[in-house]
């Protein structure tokens, strides 16, 4: 068969999001309704509350483990890790 390497393939379309002037300078891209129908069929997505709390704890995870540092209210990633292992259920960086 030939072409079949795309069959997998999804492509999502995004619009700026205009709503509130914090959204517009950070020029927050949204998944488009059309886009999300198409990729994922009837799921609703997840609120913004709701990716606010996914965000703040992922970024958790990320200082715990070493690969965030926040200082004076900036967040800066850290370099390169030789090797990670999980404990915990969590990524931790370990001496190699």
Request: net charge negative; glycine share 8%; proline share 4%.
């Amino acid at each position: 068969m030939l072409g079949t390497g795309w069959a997998n393939c999804e492509f999502r379309s995004y619009a700026f999001d205009d709503t509130t002037p914090e959204s517009i300078d950070n020029a927050t891209l949204i998944e488009t309704p059309e886009s999300r129908q198409r990729r994922k069929g009837r799921e609703i997505p997840l609120t913004e509350a709701e990716q606010t709390n996914l965000m703040e704890a992922a970024q958790r995870t990320w200082e715990e483990a070493g690969f965030l540092q926040r200082e004076g209210g900036e967040e800066k990633l850290i370099g390169e890790v030789e090797k990670v292992e999980v404990q915990n259920d969590c990524p931790v960086k370990v001496a190699v």
